[in-house]
C-alpha cells in the first residue's frame, strides 16, 4: 500500500501526556510510513499535580510535532471530572466525521486507573458508533462515517484488560523508541510527580521479550480482526 492511500489515523487522550505515554511508539512508527496522525486532548491537565494548564499544552504540542501528528484541544468536563453524556459523545463522533479516520486510539475501559481514561474509552467507543448513523439531527451536516477498527492503548499494567487478548505492534526498528522517548520527555512537568518514561520503557520491554522481540506495545481491539486468509497470520507471540 502506497503512502497516500493509508487511512488516516485519530488518536484520543483525556490528559495531554496519554497518548504518547499509552501508544507513543505506535504513532511514531505509523507516521513514518507515512499515516497522517491526529491526536484529540481533551483536557488540559488542571487536575495535574504538577505542571500548569499553559505548560502542559506547550508541553503536548511539542510531543505530537517530535512523533508527526497535528494536534488540537477539546473542552468538555475538565480533568477529574468527565463525566459519561451523550453530547460529549457526539461531540467526539462529529471529530470522526470531520477527520474520517481508518483507526482509532483511545484508552481502554478497564477502571482501575484514572476515572478520565476509562470514560473517554466509554465515550470514544460510543462515539464510533454515532459517527456512523445518517438519521443524527446533531450530525447532519457531517457526512456519516464508519471507522475501520478502534484499538484501545493501556497507560499502565492496571489499565491492560484481562479478557481482550492484545495485538502486538513491534516498535524495534532502529529510531522509533528513540522517537518515542524525545516525545514522552517532552512532558517534562510530569517526571516531577512519577518516572513515567522509565515505566513505559520497562512495559514496552516485557511486551517485547515476551514476544521473542526487542520492544512492543500492545493495543486492544474493540471488535474481532479480519483477515483475507491465514497467510496474513504469520507472527504469534512466544509462549513460555
Not at 457531517?142 to 505492534?169: C, K, M, N, S, W
Amino acid at each position: 500500500m502506497k503512502p497516500a492511500s493509508l487511512p488516516s489515523l485519530l488518536a484520543f487522550g483525556a490528559h495531554p501526556d496519554d497518548i504518547e505515554f499509552g501508544a507513543g511508539a505506535i504513532i511514531a512508527n505509523e507516521t513514518r510510513t507515512g499515516r497522517r496522525v491526529h491526536f484529540v486532548i481533551c483536557s488540559r491537565g488542571e487536575a495535574g499535580t504538577n505542571g500548569t494548564p499553559r505548560q502542559r499544552t506547550a508541553e503536548a504540542k511539542q510531543a505530537a510535532k517530535i512523533l508527526g501528528a497535528t494536534t488540537e484541544f477539546l473542552e468538555l468536563d475538565g480533568d477529574a471530572h468527565l463525566e459519561l453524556k451523550s453530547a460529549h459523545a457526539l461531540r467526539l463522533a462529529a471529530i470522526i466525521r470531520r477527520v474520517k479516520p481508518g483507526i482509532v486510539l483511545a484508552p481502554t475501559v478497564a477502571q482501575n486507573q484514572h476515572p478520565d481514561h476509562w470514560r473517554l474509552g466509554t465515550l470514544v467507543r460510543d462515539a464510533t458508533r454515532l459517527a456512523r448513523y445518517g438519521g443524527l439531527k446533531e450530525l447532519r451536516k457531517l457526512r456519516p462515517h464508519a471507522i475501520g477498527q478502534l484499538f484501545f492503548y493501556a497507560l499502565g499494567p492496571g489499565a491492560e484488560p484481562t479478557d481482550i487478548a492484545p495485538v502486538l505492534i513491534d516498535i524495534s526498528t532502529p529510531g522509533i523508541v528513540a522517537t518515542w522517548q524525545a516525545a514522552m520527555e517532552a512532558h517534562a512537568s510530569q517526571m516531577k510527580t512519577r518516572n513515567y518514561v522509565e515505566l513505559q520503557l520497562a512495559r514496552a520491554r516485557a511486551h517485547g521479550l515476551n514476544a521473542g522481540l526487542v520492544c512492543a506495545q500492545p493495543l486492544y481491539p474493540n471488535d474481532p480482526l479480519v483477515f483475507g486468509s491465514l497467510a496474513q497470520l504469520t507472527r504469534s507471540a512466544r509462549q513460555f
